[in-house]
């Protein structure tokens, strides 16, 4: 069973950074893709960034290109988003999603595991 624990959220003021990590275990993971989403309250859940674990291939949303980056650690089993120039709407709460494949996809739904999620605020 794939299993996902997130560590890393947190508050900080505008401009700063956060470095989100994603620990994963329970499959073989040379074959996912992993991702990160977020979620505001009342706002639907939205792709954040993704990485194919075997070539680290990687994608972003357009609203995080530039100052986020998602990589991969092979010998820790985990995944990391470095969030720089975090700016108030990036405040949500960020989960880490896998999925068996190459494509990094945007849809949610195409991604059977999730973490519990990890809490990021900004301040103004």
């Known amino acids: 069973q794939v299993e996902l624990v997130e560590a890393g959220g947190g508050l900080v003021q505008a401009g700063g950074s956060l470095r989100l990590s994603c620990a994963a275990s329970?499959?073989?993971?040379?074959?996912?893709?992993l991702a990160w989403f977020r979620q505001a309250p009342g706002m639907e859940r939205e792709f954040v960034a993704g990485?194919?674990?075997?070539?680290?291939?990687?994608s972003y949303a357009d609203s995080v290109k530039g100052r986020f980056t998602i990589s991969r650690d092979n010998a820790k089993n985990t995944v990391y988003l470095q969030m720089n120039s975090l700016k108030p709407e990036d405040t949500a709460v960020y989960f880490c999603?896998?999925?068996?494949?190459?494509?990094?996809?945007?849809?949610?739904?195409?991604?059977?595991?999730w973490g519990q999620g990890t809490q990021v605020t900004v301040s103004p």
């Open positions: 999603a896998a999925k068996r494949g190459v494509i990094v996809t945007t849809t949610s739904r195409e991604y059977a595991y």
């Open positions: 329970g499959g073989t993971f040379r074959i996912y893709s």
């Open positions: 990485i194919y674990w075997y070539d680290g291939s990687t």
